[in-house]
């Protein structure tokens, strides 16, 4: 079959059951046969082998049952940046690119107040390290900031599949280059439930969290729906023995803030002085984090996402 032959045939497949068949359709086909997007449209009748077929056909059936594009493929570009991804990690969105913009413009103007050491990030509930290693690279573009003054990075997660992904993505994007050893050692990795693991002698500039927020009825919703993302990278009612988290009245939870609360708290506990915290939430439970934290003592400013929707809360 032809490139134009099997596009068809994939967007057909996924017409009843995916809301963008043709941009999955290209997006497979430009995955498995490395073409970019102009190949396509001028190699429109080159014959794909038959084991490329098989493949198009296994990853179209695939998609159809709901299971992300992303996890088929194995990659997902996030802030201008190829990541890994597997199904142990939760997408990168681009809703969480203002989360590594203010971060960028945090670290450089605290590079420019004190020059003299090295900063310290922390980037907890890491995932695929994508806010971490999207930060890094940023820094790296930045004539100002030569990889000696890289700051040390302190990837934690639950998880030790997704610190596994985590340290692919760091070996990835960050270990080319005549200073990739220096660099890389800059990173550590830390299988913590929030801070539990890290002692509270050891101190950030920046802390840095996409932790779970999403209310537990909407993560139901969500996983009905085929998102197929790991529910403990989304659920932010769990406690931290992992447990559904209750109300003042007993009432299971249901606002996606069970896991911010635990972690506002050990965030100040581990902040340097003068140090800010960058947590991103949901657009409905924004204003709530910023409260919770201001009765932790933080000064909180609110930055909305490339949509307009409330989703970065600075603290400091």
Known sequence: MTVQELKTK???????????????????????L???????????????????????????????????????TGHKEFYGYDFIVTPDVLIPKPDTEILVERAVDVILSMMDARSENLLTVCDMCTGSGCIAVAV???????????????????????????????????????GDGPDSSLILSRFNFVRTNLFDAISEAIKYDVILSNPPYIPHTMVDELLRDGRSEPRLALDGDITLEGDRATTDRGEPANDGLA?????????????????????????????????????????????RDLEGQLRVVELY
């Open 259 to 303: 896991i911010i609360r635990n972690l506002i708290p050990q965030t100040q506990a581990h902040l340097a002085p003068r140090g800010s915290v960058l947590i991103e939430t949901g657009e409905y439970n924004a204003e709530a984090t910023a409260e919770f934290a201001e009765g932790f003592g933080f000064n909180s400013e609110i930055h």
């Open 34 to 72: 490395n073409f970019s997007k102009t190949e396509l449209l001028l190699k429109r009748d080159y014959e794909v082998p038959h084991e490329q077929q098989v493949w198009l056909n296994d990853a179209a059936n695939r998609r159809s049952t709901g299971l992300p594009i992303a996890y088929i």
């Open 10 to 32: 994939i967007i057909t497949k996924l017409s009843n059951s995916s809301p963008s068949p043709k941009l999955d359709a290209e997006v497979l086909l430009m995955h498995c």
């Open 136 to 174: 890094a690279k940023t820094l790296l573009e930045d004539e100002r900031v030569p990889a000696e003054q890289l700051p040390k990075f302190t990837l934690g997660d639950i998880s030790e599949a997704a610190l596994d992904v985590a340290r692919r993505n760091v070996a990835a994007l960050l």
